[in-house]
């Protein structure tokens, strides 16, 4: 790749739509009401159902479909329609009344989380790609967590399979739950193979009381709080919400935990339960995630915007 083209590249991404400019877009969203269109600028393009046709009973979903192009004019410039379609599309809305705290290792955030799953009164939801059975950080989180379900915490463990094929001994699972945890594995290995093996769960999350929510790249393994070296000093971040968002995040935790649930549940008292923890800060917070399931690309989009969206570095 030329430097020239390079130039070219970063200048495309910091540039802003007009009103009156005619731009092409593909396709990312099809409603009965409007189309969603990535036109590659800061924000991503909505024609509503009026716009695209004046006829009245036109069938957007029968004339339009996910990955066309389409050329449209820019009538109005809405710099918050990238919130507008992670809520209508992804199903993640924007939440106030959170603040944040930022974690550069996985070392300072480790003991937060202890902290803070000591204070668990209600229930602790936890879900990771990697747990390692043998090491501190692990044994010591679940030290807790089996201290919790005595008094009377509803907690809930779910980590993958593939993951975690060589940190913990077969049937770890069962291990668990005889001490009270309910526990899943996402996506068991089978003897045959399957293209489904490739859909794996790496998120990394713990909700506690609904109130407090942790995320990031760490996973419960001694690496990623330095406890023991394998390449180097690890470098792994995370953060710390309080408030209504955590209700995100308490959502996306039972959407992956239905999926290996013979009874789906709603969940609407747990996020009922975030909800109630308004903090005092301003700005707003987008808890979000991706599934292969669909063709609606969230997590693809959010990175792409966002580095459409950088204005000093990406």
Request: a negative charge; charged letters at 25%.
């Amino acid at each position: 790749m030329s430097e020239e083209f390079n130039m070219e590249l970063i200048d495309s991404t910091m540039k802003t739509i007009r009103t009156g400019e005619v731009v092409e877009g593909t396709v990312i969203g099809v409603k009965e009401d409007e189309i969603i269109l990535n036109i590659g600028y800061k924000s991503d393009g909505i024609i509503t159902k009026s716009e695209y046709s004046n006829a009245p009973n036109v069938d957007l979903a029968a004339e339009v479909s996910v990955g066309d192009k389409m050329n449209a004019k820019v009538l109005k410039v809405n710099e918050g329609s990238f919130a507008r379609y992670l809520s209508q599309y992804g199903g993640s809305p924007a939440y106030s009344g959170t603040s944040v705290k930022y974690y550069p290792l996985g070392d300072h955030m480790f003991e937060d989380i202890k902290k803070e799953l000591l204070k668990a009164k209600k229930f602790i939801f936890m879900e990771f790609f990697i747990i390692n059975s043998a090491d501190r950080m692990w044994n010591e989180i679940f030290d807790i967590l089996k201290k919790k379900v005595n008094e009377g915490v509803e907690v809930r463990l779910m980590y993958d399979a593939m993951g975690c094929l060589a940190t913990i001994p077969r049937r770890y699972d069962e291990e668990i739950r005889a001490y009270g945890i309910k526990c899943q594995v996402f996506s068991p290995l089978m003897p045959l193979f399957s293209t489904h093996q490739n859909n794996r769960d790496h998120r990394k999350i713990i909700v506690i009381d609904g109130s407090v929510a942790f995320n990031g790249g760490i996973n419960l393994a001694d690496e990623y709080i330095n406890e023991k070296e394998r390449f180097g000093h690890w470098k792994d971040n995370g953060y710390k919400l309080t408030g209504t968002a955590v209700a995100g995040f308490t959502g996306l935790f039972l959407d992956m935990w239905n999926i290996n649930s013979d009874v789906p549940e709603d969940g609407g008292e747990y996020i009922t339960e975030s909800l109630r923890y308004k903090t005092n800060e301003t700005g707003f917070v987008i808890p979000f995630g991706d599934t292969p399931n669909d063709n609606v690309y969230i997590g693809k989009r959010a990175y792409i915007h966002n580095l459409n969206n950088a204005s000093k570095y990406g």
